[in-house]
Nanobody
């Protein structure tokens, strides 16, 4: 069974940067559109960024110009580089396919942006 493991979260001050990683246990993931999602306390989970198997990317308006999604096929890993972080970016970040597959939701990684 395919598993996705997120890592790289942490505590950072506004304006700081973090890079999240999502490691897939199955090489088949390279054929799927992958995405990063986030869920802030009291809010619904939202899509942050997606990347197709061909490398095309798309971003939520709230993160355009600040976040960059990428993938390393050889490592079965998807990344999310987050720059110029804001307090409103505070959330648990998850990776999954797009559209998401329920069995693939993992524990996520917490990102906290605060001074």
């Amino acid at each position: 069974q395919v598993q996705l493991v997120e890592s790289g979260g942490g505590f950072v001050q506004p304006g700081g940067s973090l890079r999240l990683s999502c490691a897939a246990s199955d090489f088949m993931f390279r054929f799927y559109t992958m995405a990063w999602y986030r869920q802030a306390p009291g809010k619904q989970r939202e899509l942050v960024a997606r990347i197709t198997s061909g490398g095309s990317t798309d971003y939520a308006d709230s993160v355009k110009g600040r976040f960059t999604i990428s993938r390393d096929i050889a490592k079965n890993t998807v990344y999310l580089q987050m720059n110029s972080l804001k307090p409103e970016d505070t959330a648990v970040y998850y990776c999954n396919r797009d559209p998401p597959s329920d069995p693939l939701w993992g524990q996520g990684t917490q990102v906290t942006v605060s001074s």
